[in-house]
């Protein structure tokens, strides 16, 4: 089904510092603002018919992903959630974040719509929102040292537990697998924008064997990083650029 949007949501291209967007039934993009273009470092019609889970740098998609099937299956808006955005300089930053069912003109829902902005008040956040974003920041900073679970608890001086259940609240998954999607996504990113070659991106990503990085690889995308680079190679540069930011 064909959504439509009229030149009003033009509107949303003088907003700097909001990101607006509208998907599809699947959580393909259908229209954004200029705003989340330039965040994703591509055109607008670069990002049409992506999802977030096709974004490069975006470990976080799931959560996102999962939000707006919720708006669309229950018909409810999510309004002014706090939500940890990676920005275009690799930080990782609260954000409030609305989402709305998007409807046609018979009322009918057709998929979802929603804007995000940044949270003027972070140093004001409550303590296991700070303690959240220092722990990704920290993963996707250190990686090539090897980062642990129990490395991610000592820099925001908690426990495992309360890491754990910090981790499982906001992102609904496990620091280990957390920790798993980082040094996936970093890997990935480098084999398609960097220079490095496969062996020099596993070690950038904490790994000494290059066999246990190339089974994991495979296991995280579904094939071995040295045939990611050789497809990638291939593509034209906005293929290769595209979705290296986030919203």
């Known amino acids: 089904m064909k959504i439509e949007y009229s030149s009003e949501h033009l509107l949303w291209d003088h907003l700097d510092d909001v990101t607006f967007w509208i998907k599809d039934l699947q959580g393909r993009f259908v229209w954004v603002n200029t705003t989340l273009a330039g965040q994703a470092q591509c055109s607008r019609e670069d990002l049409i018919g992506t999802r977030d889970s096709d974004w490069f740098r975006n470990e976080l998609a799931s959560v996102y992903m999962e939000d707006d099937a919720m708006v669309v299956e229950s018909g409810q808006e999510i309004l002014n959630k706090p939500e940890l955005v990676v920005s275009p300089d690799g930080e990782v930053r609260w954000h409030a974040t609305s989402k709305y069912p998007y409807r046609n003109r018979e009322g009918e829902v057709v998929g979802s719509c929603g804007m995000s902005q940044p949270m003027?008040?972070?140093?004001?956040?409550?303590?296991?929102?700070?303690?959240?974003?220092?722990?990704?920041?920290?993963?996707r900073q250190n990686l090539a040292s090897g980062v642990t679970v129990q490395d991610l608890g000592r820099i925001a001086h908690v426990s495992l537990s309360t890491l754990e259940r910090t981790v499982q609240r906001h992102l609904r998954i496990t620091p280990q697998e957390l920790l798993r999607r980082v040094t996936m996504n970093r890997a990935?990113?480098?084999?398609?924008?960097?220079?490095?070659?496969?062996?020099e991106v596993a070690r950038e990503c904490?790994?000494?064997?290059?066999?246990?990085?190339?089974?994991a690889f495979k296991k995280a995308h579904g094939h071995p990083p040295g045939s990611l680079r050789s497809h990638m190679g291939s593509l034209p540069r906005s293929g290769r650029d595209q979705m290296k930011g986030t919203r």
């Open 188 to 199: 990935r990113h480098l084999l398609t924008t960097s220079a490095l070659q496969v062996g």
């Open 120 to 139: 003027e008040t972070e140093g004001n956040l409550p303590a296991e929102y700070a303690d959240l974003s220092l722990v990704v920041n920290y993963a």
């Open 206 to 215: 904490g790994y000494e064997s290059f066999s246990a990085f190339s089974r």
